[in-house]
């Protein structure tokens, strides 16, 4: 059984959904950008790797093994096109745990967008997908993603010292979480 949301989720200013194939190129406007790609630990991905990666996305999860993936394209509700993702993956089935992560065009950054999406998402998560505990890692050079994790109501539990590597050298993460019971659903748009 694949879950896949049978109608877009919405908040006051953004509708999240499935990608499609008319997606490309606006995934390919943020995910091309070596800016954005730095803090994924991954080179940035070509108009072709996009289009690979949508049609594998584009159709939800079964949501019941480890590595299970839902991405959700973010476009602003007045506005044409995608603007940037967000994504849960479950880590571990059986201690339902998922890892919430977010990618946005930085042309949006500095709107919000971001957190009212993750909010949206880690909703969705605790209310849907039945995770007790959601959890995000962050490069700890990206301020940005601490502020949302901060307003998803997650607090910092590890913070792991050099512990990858790119072009660029060693790299520190963060790690934030929260669990089920510790938050209020945010309210729907």
Same mark, same amino acid.
């Given at each position: 059984?694949?879950?896949?949301?049978?109608?877009?989720?919405?908040?006051? +200013?953004?509708?999240?959904?499935?990608?499609?194939?008319?997606?490309?190129?606006?995934?390919?406007?943020?995910?091309?950008?070596?800016?954005?790609?730095?803090?994924?630990?991954?080179?940035?991905?070509?108009?072709?790797?996009?289009?690979?990666?949508?049609? +594998?996305?584009?159709?939800?999860?079964?949501?019941?093994?480890?590595?299970?993936?839902?991405?959700?394209?973010?476009?602003?509700?007045?506005?044409?096109?995608?603007?940037?993702?967000?994504?849960?993956?479950?880590?571990? $089935?059986?201690?339902?745990?998922?890892?919430?992560?977010?990618?946005?065009?930085?042309?949006?950054?500095? +709107?919000?967008?971001?957190?009212?999406?993750?909010?949206?998402?880690?909703?969705?998560?605790?209310?849907?997908?039945?995770?007790?505990?959601?959890?995000?890692?962050?490069?700890?050079?990206?301020? $940005?993603?601490?502020?949302?994790?901060?307003?998803?109501?997650?607090?910092?539990?590890?913070?792991?010292?050099?512990?990858? +590597?790119?072009?660029?050298?060693?790299?520190?993460?963060?790690?934030?979480?929260?669990?089920?019971?510790?938050?209020?659903?945010?309210?729907?748009?």
């Amino acid at each position: 059984m694949n879950f896949a949301i049978s109608q877009p989720l919405t908040t006051d +200013r953004l509708v999240l959904r499935l990608f499609t194939a008319d997606d490309v190129d606006d995934m390919y406007a943020y995910q091309g950008l070596p800016e954005v790609a730095r803090f994924l630990y991954r080179p940035p991905r070509d108009r072709a790797r996009c289009a690979q990666v949508i049609e +594998r996305i584009g159709q939800g999860t079964h949501w019941k093994e480890d590595g299970d993936n839902l991405t959700l394209a973010v476009c602003r509700r007045d506005a044409p096109g995608v603007i940037g993702e967000v994504q849960v993956t479950l880590a571990s $089935a059986h201690a339902a745990q998922a890892e919430i992560g977010w990618v946005f065009h930085p042309g949006h950054g500095g +709107r919000g967008y971001a957190t009212e999406a993750s909010l949206a998402l880690r909703d969705l998560a605790f209310q849907q997908l039945g995770v007790h505990r959601l959890f995000a890692r962050i490069d700890a050079d990206n301020t $940005a993603s601490e502020r949302i994790c901060e307003r998803l109501s997650m607090r910092r539990e590890a913070h792991l010292i050099e512990n990858d +590597r790119d072009d660029r050298g060693w790299g520190s993460e963060y790690v934030y979480a929260v669990l089920a019971r510790e938050v209020a659903p945010a309210e729907a748009g």
